[in-house]
């Protein structure tokens, strides 16, 4: 039986009668932290120097634009989405928020973007001139008639070129005409089995599903998907093809390793050891700065018949359709913007393209490598789905397309059943 | 148990064959964490690190501010420990000795309570905090631990208690002690290697959490270590991972825990003391 | 210091509010239980549980019945729900091949790891509980892996399983065994996945059986020993039957831990759908494709298998195991 008599239960019941009154003016203190004032809430990305970088270079720089504003920063190590929806879904989405391109016909189809043509329409500061920015970045963050952000970058990918290992082998760095059967041959040349084993330990090129094969598709005239987003591509000639060469470089040219090899030595990391003479990373990678090698930059080769294409990964900065101040959110929204464009390279800006090499002089060397290949860059053509897409891409097409499973075309037509399902 | 030269041999080849298939991984990471900058970015067992940089250590807690997550971090695990064992012996005794109405189907519930994956739980979790007000704030972590999140200490602690002989206690309870008392002097210590057993895995499972911390927490200030030691893994086609980092962090967060366990354990000899039991 | 003020003893007294709450809830929930003439051991009883009861019912009865009605609607997360009846349910059983993979695996994978995983843990806690010398440090190694977070584990068994060239199978080739192609071999997904988790045989799972065989009286092994019952023997009725509440316990545990293993297969990519598990499809769909309520549907219906499961091992335990107190 609780004898809580035994406990001299008057004295104790009085002491914890305060200290519960006590303790719960206290809690409701804490329970209302409405700041008071306008304020701005934007949620980022970024690994530990980018945190820094982000606090000290756009930070202080929008904070000093707006000195009656209080902005608080949400910083997302990983599993970004997953913090992000459900901010959304409790109702208390930050003002605003980094998204990477193929969630943005998602988030819009959800209601959860706010529409920016109007705001953006004769406004005429320059970080908001659409003519200035590259179109076939922006046409990504356009959806149903609307448009819902825009990017803060666009990573055209280059090649980078480990020279010492091209002088070694007596292979002159490649120009920009060089077509793929060019890049076969140089990469044959940089492949070497040093010690007699069979198993080279150098090679020209290094893939795992990246670089994107869609790259390779639009290089050769194809593509995934119709111009109008309506029909699967994957099973035309010229796009099985270009998944064919793809996967060709490792199995039948035999200048990529095995993706065993990948993943036992790491991928980048090949590149970063000197084992790998030329890796096709985006424009800002720091590749070019690892200590101890000596690194050009590179276009990456044209198709058969000399068209150009190269894959942009690009991420935007959009405002949440809830928020309550809009008038406050688009003026902070805009300012941010151009501070991480100022910060983060290649910002998808003509204007600020032509300045690449001030504001980041450490590419300076690739900077014309950079803004050429940014002429012909492209994303993804990229749907509400998307996320399906590309787990079925993945799944179905890419993974045993590297494995040597089966050939391009018999996966190509097993997958796009499925993918044309999604497009629906 | 065998008192023979070659048992304990066996027993010895055993434990080292054991113990190697299991400091690997702790090596590995140690390996990693001093390595250099150029070499850390090959995630391989490279036995050979060119300098043993144990810089990297204090580079790592100087890159974020380390010592303010810490403090967040050992605040949300001594809090929700305490709490959880406490809570958690508690009902584990009530669902063991006493008979009511309802028993086994509660416990049955009991058990379901952990068969469905936080994965779906999580948005209606988060809306109830909401709904009082306490995102951003460390009573997610806690509280929650308190009351949700002991079922599985719930149960451990039930087959514990159902174990123990009735004797001591009924002789207690014939005296008229009520069962307050009968748990604390009785049922406790003679509880011991599992209350230790409770408050090392409770420990640790606080003291990695990710996901918890992630979801509840806004502001910077109030981040754990677990969430601080993510930002090394850079971000996608953005900075690249700082693996040595990463792992000296890592290496940094399991010593105490290993440390904690090493003395605790050596608290498991005593064992149970059965001396005043009746025949 | 008004910081820290801010940032922990907000907090702290809010603990000790709900702390106090919580006592008083129990010492209440006696006290009127005895006022409707309760007995006295079916009041305390429910007063013992009532912090759970209250647990159960704030923190795990609405998110878990949110996520019922959650599955009779499509919710995407960014919107409000909708109902569609039982449409996700139906889809789930005609229209998913996904479902019937991840199933299966995960079975197979549970199949296979709570039996070795469980011998596993008991042999390693035996032979740490013998005499020998620094089991101090001993344990501690063994102790390691619960303490490394789940990431670490699985990049690195994903670099050792490695088919050519991989730690483990250096090893086999070594001793002229045939080299399987774990995680990039369909067929040998599943073992390579249960070789992983019998890492965590160690750890928190080698404890618990620690502390149960510490408390197993000595007195019985004595009166065994003396009525010259052999080492196995004693094993067999003495150890097992003292422990097997907790054997009981590590089965049960073991069947709902396995059938939702998430963070190892989600780090491991593997061929096609070999290694879809049941809880990766579950975030999946839920957090990838927005589609959490077909999502709430695929976690009960994996919460009925887990409780169909569960319940039989608990009828089927209840000859088998021992309590010494049992009512």
């Not at chain 1, 993706?259 to 720091?286: I, P, Y």
Request: hydrophobic share 50%.
């Amino acid at each position: 039986m609780l004898r809580v008599r035994a406990l001299g239960i008057s004295i104790v019941g009085v002491v914890f009668s305060i200290a519960s009154v006590a303790a719960v003016a206290v809690c409701l203190s804490g329970c209302r932290r409405q700041p008071s004032g306008p304020s701005v809430t934007i949620a980022v990305w970024g690994g530990a120097e980018e945190i820094d970088q982000f606090r000290s270079q756009v930070l202080t720089s929008v904070r000093r634009q707006t000195p009656n504003v209080s902005i608080e920063v949400i910083y997302i190590p990983r599993d970004y989405h997953v913090k992000l929806a459900t901010l959304m879904a409790a109702g208390q989405p930050p003002d605003l928020f980094y998204l990477s391109d193929e969630y943005v016909p998602q988030y819009a189809e959800l209601g959860a973007l706010l529409d920016l043509t109007a705001w953006i329409e004769g406004d005429d500061d320059p970080a908001v001139d659409l003519e200035d920015y590259y179109p076939s970045i922006v046409s990504n963050y356009r959806w149903g008639g609307g448009l819902y952000g825009l990017p803060w970058i666009a990573q055209p990918v280059v090649v980078f070129c480990n020279e010492q290992l091209f002088a070694e082998a007596g292979v002159e760095l490649p120009d920009r005409e060089w077509r793929w059967a060019e890049f076969v041959e140089v990469g044959k040349r940089l492949t070497a089995d040093l010690d007699g084993d069979g198993l080279p330990e150098r090679w020209g090129f290094v893939i795992n599903g990246w670089p994107p094969f869609e790259m390779f598709a639009w290089q050769n005239g194809g593509d995934t998907v119709s111009a109008d987003g309506k029909h699967v591509r994957l099973l035309d000639p010229k796009c099985v093809e270009a998944a064919q060469f793809y996967t060709d470089l490792i199995a039948k040219y035999q200048v990529a390793p095995p993706l065993d090899v990948v993943t036992e030595q790491g991928f980048s990391e090949l590149f970063r050891a000197g084992k790998v003479a030329m890796f096709m990373g985006g424009a800002a990678d720091e590749l070019d700065s690892v200590p101890g090698l000596n690194v050009s930059v590179r276009e990456v080769p044209t198709g058969p018949d000399g068209s150009r294409a190269t894959f942009a990964w690009n991420a935007g900065l959009c405002i949440s359709r809830g928020t309550a101040d809009k008038e406050l959110a688009y003026r902070t929204w805009k300012l941010f913007l151009d501070a991480i464009q100022h910060w983060k390279i290649p910002a998808p800006r003509r204007s600020l393209a032509a300045r690449l090499e001030i504001i980041e002089p450490r590419k300076a060397h690739a900077a014309e490598v950079i803004r050429s290949s940014m002429t012909y860059m492209r994303p993804f053509r990229v749907i509400a789905r998307q996320r399906q897409w590309d787990t079925i891409m993945t799944e179905e097409f890419e993974e045993p397309l590297l494995r040597g499973a089966d050939d391009a075309r018999t996966l190509a037509r097993r997958a796009s059943p499925e993918l044309q399902m999604l497009l629906r | 148990m065998m008192r023979s030269v070659f048992g304990k041999c066996v027993i010895y080849l055993l434990l080292a064959a054991g113990a190697v298939f299991f400091l690997v991984p702790f090596v590995w990471m140690l390996i990693t964490s001093l390595k250099g900058p150029e070499q850390a970015y090959q995630l391989t067992l490279g036995l050979k690190p060119t300098e043993l940089r144990w810089q990297n250590y204090r580079d790592a807690w100087a890159a974020l501010p380390f010592t303010r997550f810490l403090f967040n971090t050992l605040f949300i695990t001594v809090t929700a420990t305490v709490g959880q064992v406490f809570s958690a012996t508690l009902v584990a005794y009530g669902f063991a000795r006493f008979r009511f109405p309802g028993r086994r189907v509660l416990f049955v519930v009991l058990l379901s309570t952990m068969m469905i994956p936080s994965v779906v739980t999580l948005v209606p979790t988060f809306l109830l905090w909401r709904w009082v007000g306490l995102i951003d704030t460390f009573d997610p972590l806690v509280l929650g631990s308190w009351f949700g999140g002991n079922a599985f200490f719930i149960f451990l602690a039930r087959q514990f208690f159902m174990g123990i002989p009735v004797e001591l206690e009924e002789a207690a309870r014939l005296e008229g002690a009520s069962a307050v008392r009968v748990y604390w002097h009785i049922m406790l210590p003679l509880a011991k290697p599992l209350m230790l057993a409770m408050v090392l895995i409770a420990f640790v499972a606080q003291w990695n959490d990710f996901l918890g911390p992630l979801v509840f927490l806004n502001d910077f200030d109030k981040y754990t270590m677990t969430l601080g030691l993510r930002f090394f893994e850079g971000s996608f086609m953005g900075e690249a991972p700082k693996w040595h980092w990463m792992m000296a962090m890592t290496t940094l967060m399991a010593l105490p825990v290993l440390l904690i366990f090493f003395v605790a354990q050596r608290r498991f000899v005593e064992g149970v003391s059965l001396t005043g039991m009746k025949g | 210091m008004h910081r820290n003020l801010e940032l922990y003893g907000a907090p702290l007294a809010r603990f000790i509010v709900v702390g106090v709450v919580i006592a008083l809830c129990c010492w209440g929930v006696y006290r009127l239980l005895r006022r409707f003439r309760v007995g006295d051991e079916a009041a305390s009883g429910y007063a013992l549980i009532t912090p759970w009861l209250l647990g159960l019912l704030i923190f795990a009865a609405y998110p878990i019945l949110f996520s019922l009605v959650l599955s009779f609607t499509r919710y995407s997360v960014l919107q409000p729900p909708e109902f569609v009846g039982l449409e996700n349910y139906r889809r789930i059983f005609t229209a998913d091949p996904n479902f019937r993979v991840a199933m299966k695996v995960t079975f197979a994978f549970a199949a296979l790891s709570v039996p070795l995983g469980m011998i596993a843990s008991l042999l390693t806690a035996m032979l740490l509980n013998t005499n020998v010398r620094l089991v101090g440090v001993w344990r501690t190694i063994y102790y390691m892996p619960s303490v490394l977070p789940a990431v670490s584990t699985a990049l690195l068994w994903r670099w050792l399983l490695v088919p050519r060239g991989g730690l483990v199978n250096k090893v086999l080739g070594g001793l002229g065994l045939p080299e399987p192609g774990w995680f990039n071999d369909p067929q040998w997904v599943i073992p390579a996945f249960v070789l992983m988790s019998l890492q965590g045989a160690a750890g928190n799972n080698m404890v618990i059986f620690l502390a149960a065989l510490k408390g197993v009286p000595a007195q019985l092994h004595e009166a065994a020993h003396i009525d010259g019952a052999g080492w196995w023997a004693r094993f067999r009725h003495v150890t097992i039957p003292q422990i097997s509440p907790v054997i009981l316990y590590h089965l049960i545990m073991g069947i709902i831990g396995s059938m939702q293993v998430f963070t190892q297969p989600m780090f491991i990519r593997t061929p096609g759908r070999s290694g879809l598990f049941y809880s990766v499809h579950i975030y999946r769909t839920g957090w990838e494709y927005l589609q959490m309520g077909y999502a709430c549907a695929l976690a009960w219906v994996l919460l009925i298998v887990i409780l169909i499961l569960t319940c039989l091992v608990l009828r089927g335990s209840r000859s088998l195991v021992y309590y010494e107190a049992a009512k």
